[in-house]
């Protein structure tokens, strides 16, 4: 009888190769003679290309040759304009692509890029919108599928009648993903295929969105992606990266281009955080219950690309409410293309929402927690299906005495300590237990091992160790019996490492390829026995209403001199089922606490309308936080037991960590201060007029 290894600790099997360095990334796999490319970008924001003169790059030594509209590759397609790319001479953005050189070295592509010579006919812009912009509009739906708008009961008359009410505004910063690895491809054509080793979070979404593109049968592209350095969303989606790799690749002559961003190229290239103005209208009886909550969103696009962000939709399932309404209006304009980043939609909104709670419990003159007590629904509050599990009272409570929530006095700035002000604040956490489908797993004996084969992804995540955790279990072995094989389009089909689906998704599939294998074969299995099965569906995901929750709190220090706020202590406890490797898991928690403790204080991408570009553009001027800035973080979770979720009971834990972190502490400063800031990152000029 083997031991359990759901719930055990072990390290990184992948860990000892990443130190030793020789876990290929990107743009490490060995490469015979390859070219590498460098992208050249607009300098204008919107306009068209007069003229693009190459020739004083392609004199210089190594260069084989500059890609541009003129001689790029016709593409098959056009349904995503983002990938679209220079198939005609119009510009829609600062930084957008115009073409790459190619050369014999990455310095040599470099240096010819910079000496193409580019003439432009410009053409007015529009880089910035508002709450009252004359030309938002409604999208079809948001991301997701979800409606755009949904209404149920009078939000205007309830809100008119609440003995207590909050009509505020918060806005959330511009930001950008940032991964440690920056995007990089390699492209290689032959025999009419293409091999792409790519840095992404979904081979097979490369795959299938690549091969139409170039007329091809996704089957005729390979993507490999064994390890890859980060990507918080910005590598879920191919960008136009890899299709300028592709395209390069077509001009070298059967050789391959490996093509790397820059950071600075992340910036207009590869996604980012949409800025958002959000207005929230809280109603509620004197005794906390609340009769009405209404969140609009105002959020920009690209006018190449529509990506809606569901900025408002965890206000659609967090609290009990008669009359309850959400809205999503976008502003289009000439700016880079906007995609997913950590917890899409749920980091913003939930920072807003939690805030605006905040600010109703002190009118109310409220515990906070009491508050979210108070109004936990009984079922979801707009769909009326029951939850799978929900244990967000039980995480307040925990997370209250861990913190040591009771010693609180709630008036602000209560204590003190020499010239520092000390706050604490506590804000709720949510995100969809999801599940994708379409995942196929196959387990074969190979010796006295066994190999399972998937197109799962590890981004730093764990999977390498995890997944096998749940094969071991799934097949009744010891885990040092399972050789894992993920990260290629090759192996049996994987969704995307995102949205928190990943384990659930891909465990389910190796779980019921490990249950098929024993039904044919049993406990002795000749060598060779082999087993592919797709994930079969769940019914309960049609019946039930499926999330994880959590709750932050948070202990702020502020300087009454300076201003400066430092953050010495975070305590947050999750609801997210069965934990499959608790090590990693605890490493994910924390990870996204402090990235939501970056938004909260340091996080901006500076957007300068005048040139329409982000003037931060590296890690010296995009602030994120180092050690010395992140103090005592405490992560724990809640034993749950949800058996309608998938066959290990678990759910998604990579993002529910960054949802609600920044409301903590922007309610900890308020607690601190009495000052409340509606907007993140807050600044230190913020406080100091009232310190």
Same mark, same amino acid.
């Given at each position: 009888?083997?031991?359990?290894?759901?719930?055990?600790?072990?390290?990184?099997?992948?860990?000892?190769?990443?130190?030793?360095?020789?876990?290929?990334?990107?743009? #490490?796999?060995?490469?015979?003679?390859?070219?590498?490319?460098?992208?050249?970008? %607009?300098?204008?924001? *919107?306009?068209?290309?007069?003229?693009? /003169?190459?020739?004083?790059?392609?004199?210089?030594?190594?260069?084989?040759?500059?890609?541009?509209?003129?001689?790029?590759?016709?593409?098959?397609?056009?349904?995503?304009?983002?990938?679209?790319?220079?198939?005609?001479?119009?510009?829609?953005?600062?930084?957008? &692509?115009?073409?790459?050189?190619?050369?014999?070295?990455?310095?040599?592509?470099?240096?010819?890029?910079?000496?193409?010579?580019?003439?432009?006919?410009?053409?007015?812009?529009?880089?910035?919108?508002?709450?009252? %912009?004359?030309?938002? @509009?409604?999208?079809?739906?948001?991301?997701?599928? =979800?409606?755009?708008?949904?209404?149920?009961?009078?939000?205007?008359?309830?809100?008119?009648?609440?003995?207590?009410?909050? /009509?505020?505004?918060?806005?959330?910063?511009?930001?950008?993903?940032?991964?440690?690895?920056?995007?990089?491809?390699?492209?290689?054509?032959?025999?009419?295929?293409?091999?792409?080793?790519? =840095?992404?979070?979904?081979?097979?979404?490369?795959?299938?969105?690549? $091969?139409?593109?170039?007329?091809?049968?996704?089957?005729?592209?390979?993507?490999?992606?064994?390890?890859? !350095?980060?990507?918080?969303?910005?590598?879920?989606?191919?960008?136009?990266?890899?299709?300028?790799?592709?395209?390069?690749?077509?001009?070298?002559?059967?050789?391959?281009?490996?093509?790397?961003?820059?950071?600075?190229?992340?910036?207009?290239?590869?996604? @980012?955080?949409?800025?958002?103005?959000? *207005?929230?209208?809280?109603?509620?009886?004197?005794?906390?219950?609340?009769?009405?909550?209404? +969140?609009?969103?105002?959020?920009?696009?690209?006018?190449?690309?529509?990506?809606?962000?569901?900025? &408002?939709?965890? %206000?659609?399932?967090?609290?009990?409410?008669?009359?309850?309404?959400?809205?999503?209006?976008?502003?289009?304009?000439?700016?880079?293309?906007?995609?997913?980043?950590?917890?899409?939609?749920?980091?913003?909104?939930?920072?807003?929402?939690?805030?605006?709670?905040?600010?109703?419990?002190?009118?109310?003159?409220?515990?906070?927690?009491?508050?979210?007590?108070?109004?936990?629904?009984?079922?979801?509050? #707009?769909?009326?299906?029951?939850?799978?599990?929900?244990?967000?009272?039980?995480?307040?409570?925990?997370?209250?005495?861990?913190?040591?929530?009771?010693?609180?006095?709630?008036?602000?700035?209560? *204590?003190?300590?020499?010239?520092?002000?000390?706050?604490?604040?506590?804000?709720?956490?949510? @995100?969809?237990?999801?599940?994708?489908?379409?995942?196929?797993?196959?387990?074969?004996?190979?010796?006295?091992?066994?190999?399972?084969?998937? /197109?799962?992804?590890?981004?730093?995540? $764990?999977?390498?160790? =995890?997944?096998?955790?749940?094969?071991?279990? &799934?097949?009744?072995?010891?885990?040092?019996?399972? #050789?894992?094989?993920?990260?290629? %389009?090759?192996?049996?089909?994987?969704?995307?490492?995102?949205?928190?689906?990943?384990?659930?998704?891909?465990?389910?599939?190796?779980?019921?390829?490990?249950?098929?294998?024993?039904?044919?074969?049993?406990?002795?299995?000749?060598?060779?026995?082999?087993?592919?099965?797709?994930?079969?569906?769940?019914?309960?995901?049609?019946?039930?209403?499926?999330?994880?929750? !959590?709750? +932050?709190?948070?202990?702020?220090?502020?300087?009454?001199?300076?201003?400066?706020?430092?953050?010495?202590?975070?305590?947050?406890?999750?609801?997210? !089922?069965?934990?499959?490797?608790?090590?990693?898991?605890?490493?994910?928690?924390?990870?996204?606490?402090?990235?939501?403790?970056?938004?909260?204080?340091?996080?901006?991408?500076?957007?300068?309308?005048?040139?329409?570009?982000?003037?931060?553009? /590296?890690?010296?001027?995009? +602030?994120?936080?180092?050690?010395?800035?992140?103090?005592?973080?405490?992560?724990?979770?809640?034993?749950?037991?949800?058996?309608?979720?998938?066959?290990?009971?678990?759910?998604?834990? $990579?993002?529910? !960590?960054?949802?609600?972190?920044?409301?903590?502490?922007?309610?900890?400063?308020?607690?601190?201060?009495?000052?409340?800031?509606? +907007?993140?990152?807050?600044?230190?000029?913020?406080?100091?007029?009232?310190?």
């Amino acid at each position: 009888m083997s031991t359990p290894a759901i719930g055990s600790s072990p390290t990184r099997i992948d860990g000892p190769a990443k130190l030793r360095g020789v876990a290929p990334y990107a743009m #490490e796999h060995p490469q015979r003679e390859p070219l590498y490319g460098c992208v050249i970008q %607009s300098t204008i924001i *919107r306009g068209r290309v007069r003229e693009i /003169d190459t020739s004083a790059a392609e004199q210089i030594h190594g260069v084989l040759t500059v890609l541009t509209h003129h001689n790029a590759p016709r593409l098959a397609v056009d349904d995503d304009k983002e990938l679209f790319i220079l198939q005609n001479d119009e510009i829609a953005f600062r930084g957008q &692509a115009l073409g790459v050189a190619i050369a014999t070295s990455l310095e040599v592509a470099t240096e010819a890029a910079a000496r193409v010579l580019v003439t432009y006919d410009e053409r007015p812009a529009e880089v910035t919108f508002s709450a009252d %912009s004359a030309d938002l @509009y409604t999208p079809a739906e948001i991301d997701g599928g =979800s409606p755009a708008d949904t209404s149920i009961g009078d939000v205007d008359a309830a809100l008119d009648l609440a003995p207590i009410a909050i /009509d505020q505004t918060y806005t959330t910063a511009m930001v950008h993903n940032n991964p440690m690895e920056p995007h990089a491809t390699i492209a290689h054509w032959t025999d009419g295929a293409l091999v792409l080793f790519d =840095s992404t979070q979904g081979p097979h979404v490369v795959r299938s969105t690549i $091969g139409p593109l170039f007329g091809m049968d996704p089957e005729q592209v390979r993507v490999i992606a064994p390890f890859v !350095g980060g990507g918080f969303g910005s590598k879920g989606q191919p960008h136009v990266n890899i299709v300028l790799a592709a395209m390069a690749a077509k001009l070298a002559d059967g050789r391959p281009v490996k093509l790397p961003l820059t950071r600075q190229q992340l910036y207009s290239l590869a996604g @980012y955080r949409t800025p958002t103005i959000q *207005r929230i209208r809280l109603g509620a009886h004197r005794d906390g219950t609340l009769t009405a909550i209404a +969140h609009d969103v105002v959020e920009q696009v690209s006018e190449v690309k529509e990506f809606a962000e569901q900025t &408002a939709i965890a %206000s659609r399932v967090m609290y009990a409410a008669a009359n309850r309404s959400t809205s999503h209006r976008l502003a289009a304009r000439n700016v880079p293309v906007s995609s997913w980043m950590r917890a899409p939609g749920h980091c913003p909104g939930m920072y807003a929402g939690e805030t605006a709670i905040d600010e109703l419990a002190v009118a109310l003159g409220m515990d906070p927690i009491a508050l979210r007590v108070h109004n936990e629904p009984e079922v979801d509050p #707009e769909s009326g299906r029951p939850f799978s599990s929900r244990g967000l009272v039980e995480c307040l409570r925990t997370g209250a005495d861990r913190f040591g929530w009771a010693d609180r006095d709630p008036a602000p700035r209560s *204590r003190r300590e020499g010239r520092w002000l000390i706050g604490s604040g506590v804000a709720a956490a949510t @995100y969809p237990a999801g599940l994708s489908a379409g995942n196929v797993a196959r387990v074969r004996r190979v010796g006295d091992r066994y190999e399972v084969a998937i /197109d799962a992804m590890d981004i730093g995540t $764990g999977t390498w160790t =995890s997944l096998g955790q749940i094969a071991a279990d &799934a097949l009744g072995v010891e885990q040092h019996r399972i #050789e894992l094989r993920i990260g290629d %389009s090759d192996l049996p089909k994987g969704t995307v490492a995102g949205g928190s689906t990943g384990m659930a998704s891909w465990g389910s599939a190796v779980v019921a390829a490990a249950r098929a294998f024993r039904e044919r074969y049993g406990q002795e299995p000749a060598d060779g026995a082999e087993v592919t099965v797709e994930a079969p569906e769940n019914p309960a995901r049609d019946v039930f209403s499926t999330h994880a929750f !959590g709750a +932050h709190f948070v202990e702020v220090r502020v300087h009454t001199d300076t201003a400066e706020i430092r953050v010495p202590r975070v305590v947050s406890v999750f609801g997210v !089922g069965r934990i499959i490797n608790p090590r990693m898991a605890r490493s994910q928690f924390i990870g996204a606490v402090t990235m939501g403790l970056s938004m909260a204080l340091l996080e901006s991408s500076e957007f300068d309308p005048r040139v329409g570009a982000v003037v931060n553009h /590296d890690l010296a001027g995009y +602030h994120i936080p180092v050690n010395a800035d992140i103090g005592e973080i405490d992560v724990s979770w809640i034993d749950e037991h949800d058996p309608h979720l998938n066959p290990m009971g678990s759910k998604g834990i $990579g993002e529910i !960590g960054i949802v609600g972190s920044a409301a903590a502490v922007g309610n900890a400063v308020y607690h601190a201060t009495g000052v409340r800031v509606r +907007h993140v990152p807050i600044h230190l000029e913020d406080l100091l007029g009232a310190l």
